[in-house]
């Protein structure tokens, strides 16, 4: 069975965290892998690459290496994705975090995202998620230090993301965490202005890398409200973006050419908060919403208003999301990506456990690798 647990950030999504507890009653044919140290039920433990590596031929050289793991799970262990994203266990707009062994020196876990349509890079709001699991949690003990923040280093598909988590030990018999704020990646502008035409249109959008590709899309100016009701004709209209950039000249990292091709569209408005600076929705591959504001996407916005000269000064950016909440970014320093000028941001939010769930994968079942409609 797969144990996890549901939250509720503080940007209105649900993220699921779950641990490979013992394999061999999901599937027959993952009958080598081990248990992996659960004492108890609890929600999450860190997975060994050293124990699938004395299981798995072939995976001992991706033992340590967090681009080789997440292939492997992609090519060789993709059921186990399906059945906890997609209904009936999950949902189209759910973004699950698998914690693993750290493979960086002064790393404390790494993290493997998944959602309905594969393995994303990075995660923002995931990574807000997989703290507060891993600290209140108690999976992974960093140091103190007497101070109000700890501090967590997680390795990622796009780097190694340094969160800071602000605690407060006064709650009741439990470790509390009162917000997450994590420094991302180096977030830069790759074009601005990019014409797409979609049907017999023409839009303009600027891309920006955030951890992954972006589309920033003004909502006023492709002519549909930034509201729940309006939710679906933007899905149909990110789905369209997304292939229409996609499928034209090539968006490719400066430094890293694996890392290519636009992931998701942001769609941008006027806030209804009045702490809001902007209100935004993003929607990624097969149409799937982050109602958040998007921790990686607010990133990648920061980097387009930085260069536009309208980033507040001396004060966090703050962008509202579709269900209302908030995170907020600081620009922390400028550098380069390459000999393209690069913002480094840190961005803050809350997230709370809502629940703690036993998945039960029954032989049976026709869905238990899901169900994609």
Same mark, same amino acid.
């Given at each position: 069975?797969?144990?996890?647990?549901?939250?509720?950030?503080?940007?209105?999504? +649900?993220?699921?965290?779950?641990?490979?507890?013992?394999?061999?009653?999901?599937?027959?044919?993952?009958?080598?892998?081990?248990?992996?140290?659960?004492?108890?039920?609890? !929600?999450?433990?860190? @997975?060994?690459?050293?124990?699938?590596?004395?299981?798995?031929?072939? +995976?001992? *050289?991706?033992?340590?290496?967090?681009?080789? #793991?997440? *292939?492997?799970?992609?090519?060789?262990?993709?059921?186990?994705?399906?059945?906890?994203?997609?209904?009936?266990?999950?949902?189209?707009?759910?973004?699950?975090?698998?914690?693993? @062994?750290?493979?960086?020196?002064?790393?404390?876990?790494?993290?493997?995202?998944?959602?309905?349509?594969?393995?994303?890079?990075?995660?923002?709001?995931?990574?807000?998620?997989?703290?507060?699991?891993?600290?209140?949690?108690?999976?992974?003990?960093?140091?103190?230090?007497?101070?109000?923040?700890?501090?967590?280093?997680?390795?990622?598909?796009?780097?190694?993301?340094? !969160?800071?988590?602000?605690? %407060?030990?006064?709650?009741?018999?439990?470790?509390?965490?009162?917000?997450?704020? #994590?420094?991302?990646?180096?977030?830069?502008?790759?074009?601005?202005?990019?014409?797409?035409?979609?049907?017999?249109?023409?839009?303009?959008?600027?891309?920006?890398?955030?951890?992954?590709?972006?589309?920033?899309?003004?909502?006023?100016?492709?002519?549909?409200?930034?509201?729940?009701?309006?939710?679906?004709?933007?899905?149909?209209?990110?789905?369209?973006?997304?292939?229409?950039?996609?499928?034209?000249?090539?968006?490719?990292?400066?430094?890293?050419?694996?890392?290519?091709?636009?992931?998701?569209? +942001?769609?941008?408005?006027?806030?209804?908060?009045?702490?809001?600076?902007?209100?935004?929705?993003? &929607?990624?591959?097969?149409? +799937?919403?982050?109602?958040?504001?998007?921790?990686?996407?607010?990133?990648? !916005?920061?980097? !387009?208003?930085?260069?536009?000269?309208?980033?507040?000064?001396?004060?966090?950016?703050?962008?509202?999301?579709?269900?209302?909440?908030?995170?907020?970014?600081?620009?922390?320093?400028?550098?380069?990506?390459?000999?393209?000028?690069?913002?480094?941001?840190? &961005?803050?939010?809350?997230?709370?456990?809502?629940?703690?769930?036993?998945?039960?994968? %029954?032989?049976?079942?026709?869905?238990?690798?899901?169900?994609?409609?």
């Amino acid at each position: 069975m797969l144990f996890a647990a549901a939250l509720t950030i503080g940007v209105g999504l +649900i993220v699921l965290l779950f641990v490979l507890a013992d394999a061999r009653q999901l599937w027959r044919t993952a009958a080598e892998i081990k248990p992996i140290g659960l004492a108890i039920p609890v !929600v999450l433990t860190l @997975l060994s690459y050293a124990a699938m590596s004395r299981s798995y031929q072939g +995976i001992a *050289d991706a033992a340590g290496c967090r681009l080789a #793991f997440r *292939d492997w799970l992609r090519i060789r262990r993709d059921h186990l994705r399906r059945g906890v994203v997609l209904e009936p266990r999950g949902h189209r707009d759910m973004t699950a975090a698998l914690l693993t @062994l750290p493979s960086s020196p002064g790393s404390d876990a790494g993290v493997v995202f998944m959602d309905a349509q594969g393995y994303p890079d990075v995660s923002g709001h995931g990574i807000m998620g997989a703290a507060v699991i891993a600290i209140e949690r108690g999976l992974l003990m960093p140091a103190h230090a007497g101070e109000p923040d700890l501090r967590v280093v997680f390795d990622t598909a796009a780097g190694t993301v340094h !969160v800071r988590a602000r605690v %407060d030990d006064r709650a009741a018999m439990r470790r509390r965490v009162d917000s997450v704020a #994590f420094t991302n990646v180096p977030a830069f502008v790759h074009s601005a202005g990019r014409p797409v035409r979609i049907g017999g249109r023409e839009l303009r959008v600027d891309i920006a890398y955030g951890g992954a590709f972006f589309a920033i899309v003004d909502t006023e100016a492709v002519g549909i409200p930034l509201a729940s009701s309006t939710l679906p004709a933007l899905r149909r209209l990110g789905v369209d973006l997304l292939e229409a950039l996609n499928a034209g000249d090539a968006v490719v990292h400066q430094l890293t050419a694996s890392v290519a091709g636009v992931s998701g569209v +942001i769609f941008t408005g006027p806030p209804q908060d009045p702490e809001a600076h902007l209100r935004n929705v993003t &929607i990624t591959r097969g149409g +799937i919403a982050d109602r958040s504001a998007c921790g990686a996407g607010t990133s990648a !916005v920061m980097a !387009v208003l930085d260069a536009m000269g309208l980033l507040p000064e001396d004060q966090p950016f703050v962008h509202e999301g579709l269900s209302g909440l908030l995170l907020r970014g600081r620009a922390l320093r400028r550098t380069q990506v390459g000999e393209v000028p690069a913002l480094v941001t840190e &961005i803050e939010g809350s997230a709370w456990i809502t629940g703690e769930h036993t998945l039960v994968f %029954d032989d049976e079942d026709p869905f238990r690798e899901g169900l994609d409609i």
